[in-house]
Every structure is written in C-alpha cells, then in structure tokens.
C-alpha cells in the first residue's frame, strides 16, 4: 500500500513538473535549430554571453530554475490564455503576466540592455526557452482544463495528461537526441526561413490557438497510441521547427 502511494506521487510530480513546457528534449532541438540560423555576428554576441554554452544547452534554463522559490513569480510567465470565443485583448492581461508581456518585455531588455530580474545571460536564456514555449499549443490554453493538464489520458497505456503528452510523450516516444531530431527537422529554404521569421509573436500565438481543435481530437476512451501519433506528429514537428527558425530571427535582429 506505501509502495502504492509513493509511486502515485511520483507520478502526479511527473505530470505537473511535464505539464509546463516542452521537455527537455524539445526545447534543446528549438535552440539547435535556432543556432543553426544564426547570423555569424550574432552567434559570436550570443556565445560571449553565454560564456560558450548553446543555446541548446541553455534553453531549459527556465525549468531549471523553477527549483529554487525565489523565482515561483515566474510560472506564469511560460504561457496565456485566449478562451475559444474571444481574442487575447477580450481576455485580457492577467496580473501576474504571461508569456506575450514577458517575451515583449524581454526583447525589449535585450535591445536596450536595461534588465529587470538579472543579467544579460539571464534574459536571453528566458528568452530561448518562452520562445519555444509558445509555439507548443497547449501554452496558449483556453481557460478551462490549464492547458490540457487537467485531461487525463493514456498514451500506450501510460497514464498521463493531454499537456504532458504534447509536451515530451511524444517527443520522447521518437526515441531521438535533440541532435539528430534537429538534422531531421531543419530542412527548409531560404524562402521559407524568411516568411516564417517575417511574422509576429502574436501570429504565432494564434497559430497555437488555432491548433488546439486539433489536438483535443482524441478518442472518448482517452487511450491513445499510434493512430493519435500518426495524425498529430507533423504539427509537432512543424511547431518545433517554426520556434527554432523564429527564435533565430529574433536573435539577429537583437544581435545580429
């Protein structure tokens, strides 16, 4: 019965730390592919500030950091909120901020050098990883089930929540390193880099709410394998690239 209890826990911990943000594993293939388009000044800036680390390395600074108290104001910063019937003006800025204010914010910072938590590296490194956050489109929730994290689902009989699936369940049931996830996503034209780095965060923003019908197409049962995969994987992919090819713009024009 302890065993029971304990591994119940664990699990509930699993699913909420797993129910804020892309896994690991995702946002260090948005930070791969962000690095890969990076204009020679910028990356040169960027490796300075950040003393040599990646940006795929760093880009989960922000979960780290979620274990020290201190930095809890910070929780909502990872996503916001625009119901199915209004815009994100309708629904307002929440008080304690969101990810919209907090991106806005941040480059903001960046370009004037003026910060308002800590450093440089601090703010790039929140930068990074909000950037990937928003383009997982259970961060850009409808206000009623968290983002997806209040459904609970089984994925290959795996108990866990629809956030959490999205996540990494998926991610990780690829069973590739960000490395190689990176080279098997990031295989666009120029073109296209441009006209994905030539639109705004709130386009983006509502690219990931208007995913969402999607993404609640499942099954009654709640149980979902390979059919739910094999519908969902190329929004996944697309989404992971178009953070990582737009992260980038925003670094050149901040650095580049």
Partial sequence: ??????????????????GLTWGKTGHRVVGQIAENHLSKRAKNTIEEILKGESLAMSAN?????????????????????????????????????????????????????????EDEAFALKCLVH???????????????DRGGNDISIRFFRMERNLHSLWDSGMIDHEQLSYTE????????????????????????????RDLRPEIYDYPESGNLSWRYVYDHKHIMDRRLLEAGIRLAGVLNEIYG
Avoid at 188 to 206: A, E, F, G, R
């Fill in 61 to 117: 600074f922000m979960d780290w950091i979620k274990a020290e108290p201190s930095y809890d104001h910070m929780n909502p910063w990872h996503y916001c909120t625009i119901p199915d019937d209004k815009t994100y003006e309708e629904a307002g800025v929440p008080e304690e901020s969101d990810a919209i204010q907090t991106i806005n914010r941040l480059i903001g910072e960046l370009k004037t050098k003026k910060f308002t938590d």
């Fill in 130 to 144: 909000l950037i990937g956050d928003i383009h997982q489109p259970l961060h850009v929730g409808n206000g009623n």
């Fill in 181 to 208: 996830y990176a080279i098997a996503l990031d295989k666009v034209s120029d073109t296209k880099v441009m006209q994905l780095q030539n639109s705004t965060l709130m386009d983006w923003i509502y690219e990931s």
């Fill in 1 to 18: 019965m302890i065993k029971r209890i304990f591994l119940s826990l664990a699990l509930v911990l699993t699913l909420h730390l797993n």
